[in-house]
Every structure is written in structure tokens, then in C-alpha cells.
């Protein structure tokens, strides 16, 4: 399934079956094990600082859910050009502190996330809830394992936390992309 709507003339893209099987299994898998740091934090605030997982961008490039990220990217915004600014994951547990942000200030940069997790019920909350520039909630994305969301990374959004029936991280690997000049 894919479905697209525009927040102040912004894409929002969903994807959904981006990664499955096997790939999606093992990508989750290893995510759980990888050691995630508190170092993230949208609000600039130390105070609501959120685990991820950094990954070094030149090995990023060589594994198969960037290729499956960035080509449907690449399908979306055909006429673009970007390059990988930074690439991580998104560790989140219930009762984590997460604030609305933009990723970018650029009209052209996108965020591509794909949400990790080999299952996921609807009673664990953990969706993405997107804003409009005077800040009203306009849109609200459901964490499904493999899919992936790409927006204009000046959208204001943020990732909610899972609820207390959840008893893993909601993780998402986030793909930060500069539009070339």
C-alpha cells in the first residue's frame, strides 16, 4: 500500500513492505543487540534526551535496506538528488520524553524512516504524528513493521513513545537526506 497526503504543500509519503521476511527480521534482530546511547535529543534540551543507534555513513550505503529505502526515495522525488547527511536509529521505550522538531530547515531535505520490528499491535501505540506550520496535528502514522515514511524534513513531527503494554523499543532507522544545491 502506498498513500501520500500534503501538510502546507509538503509531501508525506507511506510505503509499506519496504523491507520483509527475512531482511526485516534480521535487521531487527540486530538492532535489538546494537548498543544504543542517550545522546539524541530533538528539543536541544539534555534534559529529554533519547536513546539511538549510530551508524557510520560509509558502511550505511552497502546494506540492503538503504538500497530498498532510497530507491523508493528516489520514486517519490524523481527530479531530486541528495546525499546521506546522517543515518541512525531511533530507540524508544515507554515513558521516553520525545518533542515535536524539524530535521531540517531546507524546503528540499527528506527524512526517510523505516519502522523496525519483526511485529507490532496497535495497542503499543508509538506513531508518528505530523504538524502543520501553526502547529495543529494533521497527520498520523501507524509504526508498522517495514514501512517506510518520507517527508520534506522541514515538517514539524514527532515520534510518540510506545504504551505500557509494550514491552520492547519502537525503533526506527532514519535516513537524514540533504538535497543537492
Sequence with gaps: MRREIEIDGRRIVVVDDVLTGARLTNLAAWLELAPAQRVEGDSGSSEARSWSISFD????ASQPYYDAMMREVGGVFPDEKFTLK????????FGDILVPHRDSRAERDVTALLYVAETWERSWGGETIF???SGDARHVVSPRPGRLVMFHSIIEH???APSRLCTRARMTLALKLRAAS
Design 131 to 133: 504538524f502543520d506550520d
Design 86 to 93: 546522517r543515518a541512525y536509529c531511533n530507540v524508544v521505550s
Design 158 to 160: 514527532c515520534g510518540t
Design 57 to 60: 555513513q560509509d558502511s550505511v
